[in-house]
């Protein structure tokens, strides 16, 4: 379905993703003029804004130092090879924070995915070693519900 000028939201993405990786714009209505050179003309400053959240685009200097839009591949969800299940040795807490056990190498992997669930699956933020997280719960008094929805979200049902 065309949304706009012909083109699908799809197109939009994929063109707007393009437009990021060029380096060199640092304001919304430069990337609008920029989609609109692509062809998607009238694209408001709110959608702009709305992708930009969407996508995880940043504002970091460039080679030439100047302030500009970025897309981090950073920001995706990382990938291994290793099913979860097989990185994961142990989820406990002391009521107070909790306390994930990776093979040598799997923290940082493992912490990059609980950074990703983020305040909404109730993980304040994680301090990841090399084989060490120490997570952070939104809430203390729900530490029990948290460690079980890391452990249901994570795939590791069975596991303590």
């Known amino acids: 379905m065309a949304l706009y000028d012909n083109k699908t939201e799809a197109e939009l993405i994929v063109a707007f993703k393009s437009v990021l990786r ?20 009238n694209i408001s400053q709110s959608k702009i804004s709305r992708m930009l959240s969407k996508l995880g685009a940043v504002k970091t200097r460039n080679s030439n130092s100047e302030v500009v839009y970025y897309l981090s591949d950073e920001l995706t969800i990382p990938r291994s090879k290793q099913p ?9 807490h002391n009521k107070v924070q ?5 093979g040598i190498g799997g923290a940082p992997l493992i912490a990059r995915i609980l950074d990703i669930m983020g305040e909404s699956a109730g993980i304040l933020g994680t301090l990841a070693g090399d084989d060490t997280i120490i997570i952070v719960p939104t ?18 049902e069975g596991m303590t």
């Open 22 to 41: 060029e380096h060199c714009h640092s304001s919304q209505g430069q990337l609008a003029a920029a989609l609109a050179k692509q062809g998607f003309d």
């Open 84 to 92: 979860i299940q097989s990185i994961v040795l142990s989820v406990k």
């Open 98 to 102: 909790i306390v994930l056990k990776t």
């Open 139 to 156: 809430d203390i008094e729900r530490i029990d519900e948290i460690t079980q929805a890391i452990i249901v979200s994570l795939d590791l």
